[in-house]
């Protein structure tokens, strides 16, 4: 019971860090009993995370767990936040984003999980790319217009861009272009150069942020780092973002 509930909270991401939770350390606590009852407290690096994405978070933690077959009852708090109390309350009553935060929920959570969802994109776009780049020296940028995903090892940051886009809802397909923006359509051959260094300020923008929020959960809760996981995409570029 415990592991499945475990490998749920896995699917559930920092929409900012395109991370699942579990990876990240959030998980501060899980208790799962053989009658169906699941107990999760979650954790962020600061008391003063965006309410947003630790509404988001919580929430698909909750969705996750409920979705499993044995689970009756489901409990996900928040600790330690300033909005724990509002939070906490929230996905009790099932209040949903907007009626939990009522005039201050600018946007709604699809919104949010859209937009950065695009960025995940374009993130795993840059790496694949890159990394293309490395490994056949004869390819310029601009020759990039013409990968096509089946060209492409099989490999994980592959993998990622392919899940990637099946989240945007995207083609998957062995002829579909790689370089695409974020509604699947190619960019003109001359813009590729450019929107490659775009992509790659994306993809070290999301590497820092994780990087750094990984060290601000750790000092906040030392123990955390026993629960952190290597960071399966971005951690062979820590040297470009330090430099």
Do not use: W
């Not at 600790?79 to 009522?102: E, Q």
């Amino acid at each position: 019971m415990r592991d499945d509930a475990y490998a749920a909270l896995h699917t559930v991401s920092d929409p900012e860090l395109d991370e699942p939770i579990t990876d990240l350390g959030f998980v501060r606590s899980l208790d799962a009993s053989p009658d169906g009852r699941v107990s999760v407290h979650l954790r962020l690096p600061t008391s003063f995370c965006s309410p947003n994405f630790a509404y988001l978070m919580a929430s698909d933690a909750k969705d996750a767990l409920t979705a499993l077959p044995q689970v009756r009852e489901v409990e996900v708090l928040l600790d330690d936040h300033h909005d724990s109390d509002l939070i906490n309350a929230g996905l009790v009553a099932d209040a949903g984003y907007r009626g939990t935060f009522g005039e201050e929920a600018e946007s709604s959570l699809d919104e949010l999980r859209l937009t950065f969802r695009r960025k995940a994109h374009t993130a795993a776009m840059e790496r694949a790319l890159t990394q293309l780049l490395r490994r056949e020296r004869e390819l310029e940028e601009a020759d990039l217009h013409a990968v096509t995903l089946g060209a492409l090892p099989d490999e994980r940051t592959t993998h990622a861009l392919l899940r990637r886009r099946e989240a945007l809802g995207l083609g998957t397909g062995p002829d579909e272009p790689v370089m695409v923006d974020d509604r699947g359509r190619p960019y003109p051959r001359e813009e590729v150069p450019l929107r490659l260094r775009l992509a790659r300020s994306t993809r070290i923008s999301i590497d820092g942020n994780a990087h750094f929020c990984r060290g601000l959960l750790r000092t906040r809760y030392p123990d955390s780092a026993d629960d952190q996981a290597p960071r399966a995409e971005g951690a062979e570029n820590l040297k470009e973002i330090s430099a």
